[in-house]
């Protein structure tokens, strides 16, 4: 089946902003849960990498999935948080968009406070505490 999704990395916190996000969005992980790169096999990373997160997924809204990796750097990554990747989320409600966006801000930075738009919309946006950048716009549900 086809989807849309968003993908994640972070340098060490993976796990930790997945659980976040749970907490916010509620669910349970997707695909076969926690993947951690001790699963790898014959594999030679170092010991303190080996739990970090290799793959999680977690369905939030509108069967949108947010995916997401830890990037050690021993594998050639090198994680550097930019303004290239927001998520854009469209809650059925006034009430649900106040409440996703107070959470999600918590910690964070609000990058345009939630208010009614030329659009019709009610917008918002924020960088949550882990640098991912979120866009908020609900409709006008007279």
């Known amino acids: ?17 997945f659980r976040f996000y749970q907490s916010v969005f509620g669910g349970e992980f997707g695909g076969e849960g926690i993947r951690r790169f001790s ?8 010991e303190e990498e080996k739990n970090l997160i290799m793959h999680i997924e977690l369905p939030i809204l509108g069967g949108h999935v947010l995916m997401g990796s830890d990037a050690p ?27 996703l966006f107070d959470l999600l801000s918590e910690g964070g930075t609000i990058t345009s406070q ?4 030329f659009w019709g919309a009610y917008f918002g946006s924020c960088v949550d505490k882990f ?7 609900c409709p006008n549900l007279s």
């Open 1 to 17: 089946m086809a989807r849309v999704s968003t993908y994640l990395n972070f340098a060490r916190s993976t796990e930790e902003a």
């Open 39 to 46: 699963e790898i096999p014959d594999n030679t990373l170092p």
């Open 73 to 99: 750097e021993s594998m050639g990554f090198h994680v550097t948080s930019g303004n290239n990747v927001h998520i854009s989320i469209e809650p059925d409600s006034r009430e649900e968009t106040s409440r």
């Open 114 to 117: 939630l208010q009614e738009t």
């Open 131 to 137: 640098g991912v950048q979120w866009i908020f716009n």
